[in-house]
């Protein structure tokens, strides 16, 4: 769930109790970049069919996977028929061509027949260029994965043994938490692609009684899937829990989400920043560790 904005949140957890989450001997570090612009995204270098590197970021919030339109042309990737199907923070629908990739390879990672959509959306990575696309749910399928962001590394680790911190659904393939916002509970989606702390539909504020904290916050630009947008931010937004995470007066963000992922807001990286953060999707426990 692609969302480029500022400003970014800067407020620290006040407790964390989590449990210690070790690297196995047989940790797979990924060949990644932290690209510190003050959203902290997470880029890894990927080759397809065998092409050279290119840098795709790495987005808990997307499902399958996004390859830029124009880069699988020159690989001669076969595209399916057009569909305006896409959906996505900022905008309106956008054209998507649905795509399989023979070979995928993320250092020593590799994986074959792996589903993308095909469209045109390129931001800039961490040199500076269009990146090639975005590796979401049909990479991330089944794995267990640490962004340790203060150390600015990501790795794999054995999935299904993760027992600490707190559990997680996966709504249309993202993973999601119950969260505990002004004293209720919400749901919301952990994303890795989205430039905020805390996301909050317009809906789910007026459920928790925040209407007047959105109305009280300034315009800000963003950019999606869809294109550009306003994004109504507050600087210092209701204090928000996931488990035994604690965070006071968060930057909130406030924002329509796509109907194809009905949650309630969701956190991103100007939260999960702070963290070294193990993601396993195979025992569906997330942990946040400082």
């Not at 964390?16 to 932290?34: G, I, N, R, W, Y």
Request: net charge negative; hydrophobic share 45%; charged share 15%.
């Amino acid at each position: 769930m692609i969302l480029l904005a500022s400003p970014c949140g800067v407020s620290a957890a006040e407790s964390l109790a989590q449990a210690k989450v070790a690297a196995p001997a047989d940790a797979t570090l990924l060949p990644s970049a932290f690209h510190v612009d003050g959203n902290q995204f997470i880029f890894l270098k990927v080759s397809i069919d065998s092409a050279p590197e290119v840098w795709m970021l790495l987005d808990t919030g997307t499902s399958p996977s996004v390859i830029r339109l124009d880069y699988a042309r020159s690989l001669g990737v076969k595209l399916g028929p057009p569909a305006n199907d896409g959906a996505g923070a900022g905008g309106s629908g956008f054209q998507t061509y649905p795509v399989k990739v023979a070979n995928l390879r993320v250092g020593t990672v590799a994986l074959e027949n792996v589903a993308f959509e095909a469209e045109d959306f390129g931001p800039p990575g961490p040199d500076g260029l269009p990146i090639a696309g975005v590796l979401g749910y049909s990479f991330l399928a089944g794995k267990a994965l640490v962004l340790d962001y203060p150390a600015g590394k990501a790795r794999l680790i054995k999935a299904g043994q993760t027992v600490c911190g707190v559990p997680f659904q996966l709504v249309s393939d993202v993973p999601t938490v119950s969260l505990s916002v002004a004293g209720q509970t919400v749901s919301a989606a952990i994303d890795s692609g989205g430039a905020y702390e805390l996301l909050l539909t317009p809906t789910s504020a007026g459920r928790l009684g925040l209407a007047g904290s959105m109305a009280a916050g300034g315009d800000y630009p963003g950019t999606g899937y869809g294109g550009k947008v306003v994004v109504k931010v507050n600087m210092s937004g209701p204090d928000f829990a996931i488990g035994e995470t604690i965070r006071r007066k968060p930057v909130v963000a406030y924002l329509p989400l796509p109907a194809a992922l009905p949650v309630d807001g969701a956190v991103g990286t100007s939260f999960l920043k702070d963290y070294k953060v193990t993601i396993d999707y195979s025992a569906q426990r997330i942990c946040f560790e400082q």
